[in-house]
Antibody, heavy 120, light 107 residues
Framework: QLQLQESGPGLVKPSETLSLTCTVS??????????WGWIRQPPGKGLECIGS???????YYNPSLKSRVTISADTSKNQFSLKLSSVTAADTAVYYC????????????WGQGTLVTVSS | DIQMTQSPSSVSASVGDRVTITCRAS??????LAWYQQKPGKAPKLLIH???TLQSGVPSRFSGSGSGTEFTLTISSLQPEDFATYYC?????????FGQGTKLEMK
């Protein structure tokens, strides 16, 4: 059974860089069938796609965040990571990692999510 | 970006009721629409993709229809575990975008 687990600091200071890692078990991020992505949800609000990565390193970033986002993959550890720079309070959200088929933009497996709060 | 608008924003219903939620896209997306269910404190769960294809393991009381710009999610006979928030997502053009959500509450 595929499982995704987010990890990283729950508190980040304004102007610093948010860093999260998603560890995948029960499947390989090196599969040619899938992209691995990040989605976030501010408290009490809706969902926003941040971006996704293919095992080869090919990435898609939401244009609204592109200047601040880096998604990378470590196939040897079966992990992929998110870095979001210059964070503000508006970046406070639950961050989910998830998997989608390379041929579609919907996500069929999700991690449980991790809350990241931006505050001094 | 394609804007997705759901209606209603909230709905009250009883166990056994039939409920329909509508999702409209700001431009045509063919049948590239997904529906998710989210319960408090949990990750979204994929229910339907390609507008009407039921995800494996999802009960058959859930169904989806539509194409182009207008889509619907129908729950034929509400069960207690169905009270949750539902989101549509266009899966046609990057970046994928979600509706604002429809909260299904118990009457």
């Amino acid at each position: 059974q595929l499982q995704l687990q987010e990890s990283g600091p729950g508190l980040v200071k304004p102007s610093e860089t948010l860093s999260l890692t998603c560890t995948v078990s029960g499947g390989s991020i090196s599969s040619s069938s899938y992209y691995w992505g990040w989605i976030r949800q501010p408290p009490g609000k809706g969902l926003e796609c941040i971006g996704s990565i293919y095992y080869s390193g090919s990435t898609y970033y939401n244009p609204s965040l592109k200047s601040r986002v880096t998604i990378s993959a470590d196939t040897s550890k079966n992990q992929f990571s998110l870095k979001l720079s210059s964070v503000t309070a508006a970046d406070t959200a639950v961050y989910y990692c998830a998997r989608r088929y390379s041929s579609s933009w919907h996500y069929n497996y999700w991690g449980q999510g991790t809350l990241v709060t931006v505050s001094s | 970006d394609i804007q997705m608008t759901q209606s209603p924003s909230s709905v009250s219903a009883s166990v056994g009721d039939r409920v329909t939620i509508t999702c409209r896209a700001s431009q045509g997306i063919s049948y590239w629409l997904a529906w998710y269910q989210q319960k408090p404190g949990k990750a979204p769960k994929l229910l339907i993709h390609a507008a009407s294809t039921l995800q494996s393991g999802v009960p058959s009381r859930f169904s989806g229809s539509g194409s182009g710009t207008e889509f619907t999610l129908t729950i034929s006979s509400l069960q207690p575990e169905d009270f949750a928030t539902y989101y549509c997502q266009q899966a046609n053009i990057f970046p994928p975008t979600f509706g604002q959500g429809t909260k299904l509450e118990m009457k």
